[in-house]
C-alpha cells in the first residue's frame, strides 16, 4: 500500500535561514509526488510536483525538492525563509482511482 | 494551473438547519470530485468521492445520509451537511482533477469552507 510520512509536524527556523521540510513515502513502484501549502483558513496551494521527470523539481516561490528513489525521500527545502513561508505544508501522493494521500502535514514557523 | 471555486469561504448556521457548500471547476470538466474534512492542526481527511451522473462514494465512518453530495455536471459538485450539529463545525475542502487529461494526477483545491455551527 502507497503511503506518505512527514517526519516533523512542527519545524521553526530564523528569516534568512534554510528550511527543510521531510517527507518519506512507501509504494511498490515509482510514485508522481507533490508538496502543497496551506495557509490559515486557505485551501491548498501547489508548490512543486515531481512526476518521474527530473529528480530535482524546482517550484514557486524559491522552493525545491529532490526525488531520491534509495532513500525514499522527497524533502522541501529552501535556501531562505521568508516570514511569509510561516504556512502548513504537505505532502501528497496521488494513487490509482484518483484518490489522493496526504502526510499529516508540518507547521512551518518563521522566527523574526 | 486549473481553478476550483468553492462557495461560501465561510459560513455560520444554527444547529438543526442544513448547509450547502459548492465546489465548481471554473476551466475543466472534473467527472470525479473530492471532498476533505480538515480538523484544526490536523491533515485533510476523505471524505466522499463525488461522481459525476453517479452515487457519491463515501469512506469508512462518514455517514452519506449526514453528508449530501450530489454532482449533477461535469463542472459542479455540491455537499450538503443536514442538520447540523456543533461538532460538524469543520474546515470543509473540495478538489478536482481534469477530465480532459485523463489520467492527469494533479488535484486542483478549492479554497475551502469555513463552517461553523452554533
Known amino acids: 500500500a502507497q503511503s506518505v510520512t512527514q517526519l516533523d509536524s512542527h519545524v521553526s527556523v530564523s528569516e534568512g535561514t534554510p528550511v527543510l521540510l521531510r ?23 501547489l508548490l512543486l510536483k515531481y512526476t518521474s521527470a527530473a529528480t530535482l523539481v524546482k517550484g514557486i516561490n524559491g522552493f525545491e525538492a529532490e526525488f531520491k528513489k534509495s532513500e525514499t525521500s522527497f524533502h522541501l527545502t529552501k535556501p531562505s525563509a521568508h516570514m511569509s ?3 502548513e ?17 508540518t507547521r512551518l514557523f518563521v522566527k523574526a | 494551473g486549473a481553478v476550483v471555486s468553492q462557495h461560501p469561504s465561510w459560513v455560520i448556521c444554527k444547529s438543526g438547519t442544513s448547509v450547502k ?6 476551466d475543466f470538466q472534473a ?25 457519491a462514494t463515501y469512506e469508512q465512518g462518514v455517514e452519506k445520509d449526514k453528508f449530501l453530495i450530489n454532482h449533477a455536471s461535469l463542472t459542479l459538485s455540491t455537499l450538503t451537511v443536514t442538520s447540523a450539529h456543533p461538532e460538524d ?15 492527469a494526477i494533479e488535484a486542483f483545491f478549492g479554497q475551502g469552507t469555513r463552517l461553523t455551527v452554533v
Not at chain 2, 31 to 55: H, I, V
Not at chain 2, 89 to 103: E, K, N, W
Request: contains cysteine.
Open chain 1, 89 to 105: 505544508y504537505f505532502c501528497v501522493a496521488p494513487t490509482g482511482g484518483f484518490k489522493t494521500i496526504f502526510g499529516a502535514g
Open chain 1, 23 to 45: 517527507c518519506n513515502y512507501s509504494s511498490s513502484y515509482s510514485p508522481s509526488l507533490f508538496w502543497y501549502v496551506q495557509h490559515p483558513n486557505k485551501g491548498l496551494q
Open chain 1, 85 to 87: 513561508d510561516a504556512a
Open chain 2, 89 to 103: 463545525s469543520s474546515f470543509y475542502i473540495c478538489s478536482a482533477r481534469d477530465r480532459v487529461l485523463g489520467t
Open chain 2, 21 to 26: 457548500i459548492e465546489c465548481r471547476s471554473l
Open chain 2, 31 to 55: 467527472t470525479t470530485m473530492f471532498w476533505y474534512r480538515q480538523f484544526p492542526k490536523q491533515s485533510l481527511m476523505l471524505m466522499a468521492t463525488s461522481n459525476e451522473g453517479s452515487k
